[in-house]
């Protein structure tokens, strides 16, 4: 869920995630499936994510029913990414490397996160409601 540095921020507690994220299940702006890259860059996941006002909470899978996590959207930069895709890569990595959007924040110290939509569309759905609910 959240850091202890970033629950000590904005005073919430784990119950209060709790009861927020099981509103968020039926009361969301967006939700869907999202590849998410791992703090070390190393892997993509794909976790199910559901956006709820300035929350964007992400669970293991749809059916999940603790999120596996939070991201605050408060103040938060939300842009797509541009890759220049090489033509000698194959079909499947060509794809892999578009519909990429990151989530960005000014202060220090701070994670980014990146994430790979399923299409084209999805992707820009995804950058304007949270650009929206920021």
């Known amino acids: 869920m959240l850091s202890l540095n970033m629950q000590r921020q904005i005073r919430v507690n784990e119950n209060q995630l709790i009861v927020l994220s099981e509103r968020a299940r039926f009361d969301h702006s967006q ?6 890259r ?5 892997k993509w996941r794909l976790k199910w994510f559901v956006l709820y006002q300035n929350l964007l909470f992400y669970y293991d899978s749809k059916n ?3 999120p596996a996590g939070l991201l605050l ?8 990414l541009i890759t220049t ?9 060509r794809q ?15 994670r980014q996160y990146e994430f ?3 299409n084209e569309m999805n992707c820009n759905n995804w950058i304007e409601a949270i650009r929206y609910a920021r």
């Open 31 to 36: 939700a869907g499936y999202l590849h998410k």
């Open 38 to 42: 791992s703090a070390d860059n190393s």
């Open 64 to 66: 999940s029913l603790r």
């Open 73 to 80: 959207l408060e103040g938060c930069y939300c842009e797509r």
């Open 85 to 93: 895709v090489v033509a000698s890569k194959s079909m499947k990595v």
């Open 96 to 110: 892999r490397q578009q519909f990429r959007f990151e989530i960005t924040y000014r202060r220090e110290n701070v």
């Open 116 to 118: 790979r939509a399923l």
